[in-house]
């Protein structure tokens, strides 16, 4: 026993560890998440997925990676981290059904749109971005679901489950305006629907060679733009850690060029990066993610200053 107040803990071993795990390996703390401007949500689930699952390791490895990220976006000249990226504890994995974990999303999302956070899901499979993507809708008028894919995942039902990521924008089609980028494998029925629903839909083999393709799109979007990234979006010689690789994707610059002008020209009120499936001893891709994460930070924060 000692009389003398012994110094906090905390403050003593603090120096001697490594940086958190979080985004940027930035220093957690309730103070840091309630002035954050931007919140990452990690949410390690795969429950659906049925070819190649491992997606539930993505939010982990963009995490990782983002801690090896230099603070300095060189083409913005900002530091995002300056403007408060918080990041929160892995979303609980609930087990109960699809439908109960998309809803939990629903409930982090809601949370977080109406203390005025800008949200970003890291999946995880893209089943979860139907949670955020509820939440986003419920939160602002005129709004559009900004979606990059290699598929439009439109079925109604994909092996007796209307649940599954080959549904997710079927679940909105009826509640939010969609735009979809990059698409290039898909069913005759859902081209059908695309058609039927006037889906402003920018295929992979249209839009490949086409220098106008961010102003096209920024065309298409309302005031409010939520936007989702499904990974394989990216062609796979750049972005192979994902379940179904399509050959024929968009580019690094390409895909920040459509981003940068829907930040510039639209409020872009929260996004998802989702689908990363890490394959081991293969860097490149987590990193890849990271960036993209770190790249749109970037843009919309220039664009809201
Ligand atoms: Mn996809």
Request: hydrophobic fraction near 40%; glycine fraction near 6%.
């Amino acid at each position: 026993m000692t009389d003398t107040p012994s110094r906090p803990l905390r403050t003593g071993i603090q120096e001697h560890l490594g940086p958190s795990l979080s985004f940027l390996g930035l220093p957690r703390s309730p103070e840091a998440l309630e002035n954050a401007e931007a919140v990452i949500v990690p949410a390690p689930y795969d429950g659906t997925t049925t070819y190649k699952s491992g997606t539930r390791e993505g939010p982990r490895a963009i995490i990782l990676a983002s801690r090896e990220l230099e603070f300095y976006d060189e083409e913005t000249e900002t530091e995002p981290y300056r403007r408060g990226i918080a990041t929160l504890d892995e979303v609980a994995v609930t087990v109960a059904s699809p439908r109960h974990m998309v809803e939990r999303i629903r409930t982090v999302g809601r949370m977080l749109f109406e203390a005025g956070k800008l949200p970003v899901l890291l999946g995880g499979e893209h089943l979860l971005s139907l949670g955020m993507i509820q939440a986003a809708a419920e939160s602002f008028d005129s709004l559009t679901v900004l979606h990059f894919d290699a598929h439009p995942d439109l079925r109604p039902e994909y092996q007796e489950s209307s649940f599954s990521n080959a549904c997710v924008m079927h679940h909105i089609l009826d509640h939010v305006p969609l735009v979809q980028v990059g698409i290039r494998s898909l069913t005759r029925e859902e081209h059908q629907r695309i058609r039927e629903r006037s889906i402003p839909a920018f295929f992979a083999h249209e839009i490949h060679d086409r220098e106008d393709l961010p102003q096209r799109v920024v065309e298409t979007l309302s005031p409010h733009v939520y936007v989702t990234i499904d990974l394989d979006v990216l062609d796979p010689s750049i972005m192979p850690a994902v379940g179904t690789p399509e050959p024929g994707g968009l580019g690094w610059y390409q895909l920040l060029r459509v981003l940068r002008a829907v930040s510039r020209k639209r409020r872009i009120v929260g996004f998802d990066v989702v689908e990363l499936c890490p394959v081991p001893g293969m860097p490149a891709p987590d990193f890849l993610a990271a960036r993209l994460v770190h790249k749109l930070l970037a843009y919309i924060f220039l664009d809201r200053s």
